[in-house]
């Protein structure tokens, strides 16, 4: 079992900054992919950035590319997200995600994904 942990959440106004953390624990060893998700009421979970952690290798969304900077500290096994210059639409309760992988290619597919944090919140004011 892995057990995922984020931090970090919370409520700025628009243009603001926040970063999110989250910690891996458990049976996590080898490589993986680390990614964030978002979910906003009504709305379906959308992938927002992916990190190997073989290589750092990174896929961000379009719709935070240039906003958003996912990176990783692998002696911590955590993994952060830097949200800048943010926007009511990036309202959401954010969650981490992760999968055991051995090479690159990491996707942003919920499916691909078999561990979940309980997700923190991020409110974005106009």
């Known amino acids: 079992q892995v057990h995922l942990v984020e931090s970090g959440g919370g409520s700025v106004q628009a243009g603001g900054s926040l970063r999110l953390s989250c910690v891996a624990s458990?049976?996590?060893?080898?490589?993986?992919?680390m990614a964030w998700f978002r979910q906003a009421p009504g709305k379906e979970r959308e992938g927002v950035a992916t990190i190997f952690t073989g290589d750092s290798s990174t896929v961000v969304s379009d719709s935070v590319k240039g906003r958003f900077t996912i990176s990783q500290d692998k002696p911590k096994d955590a993994a952060y997200l830097q949200m800048n210059s943010l926007k009511p639409e990036d309202t959401a309760k954010y969650y981490c995600?992760?999968?055991?992988?051995?090479?690159?290619?990491?996707?942003?597919?919920?499916?691909?994904?078999?561990?979940w944090g309980q997700g923190t919140q991020v409110t974005v004011s106009a």
């Open positions: 995600a992760t999968a055991s992988r051995y090479s690159g290619g990491c996707d942003m597919d919920p499916l691909s994904y078999n561990y």
């Open positions: 458990g049976d996590y060893w080898g490589t993986h992919c």
